[in-house]
């Protein structure tokens, strides 16, 4: 599992973990009411650390506590909500 802090890195919107020289993001678009996740990127060295989900989870905590409607349309975050419904 991750231990670094997720940023929220509102210039290039996205949210960030980085470790060491790699730096895995959350791409978003941010409207009035809504939160688009767009697409996520994990550098190899950090694949099979969770590293994606935690993004996800900042991203989605992010929405909550603006209370935003999420939009799903990477992939990668698609498929956690259909494993971790939403508000659950």
Do not use: W
Not at 29 to 40: I, N
């Amino acid at each position: 599992m991750a231990t670094e802090p997720v940023i929220n890195n509102n210039a290039l919107h996205r949210f960030e973990l980085t470790r060491g020289t790699d730096t895995a993001f959350l791409v978003y678009d941010e409207s009035p009411g809504a939160l688009t996740f767009l697409h996520t990127e994990v550098p190899v060295s950090m694949r099979g650390h969770h590293v994606g989900e935690t993004l996800v989870k900042a991203g989605l905590e992010h929405a909550r506590q603006q209370h935003l409607r999420v939009v799903a349309v990477c992939p990668f975050v698609r498929a956690y909500l259909q494993r971790h419904p939403y508000g659950s």
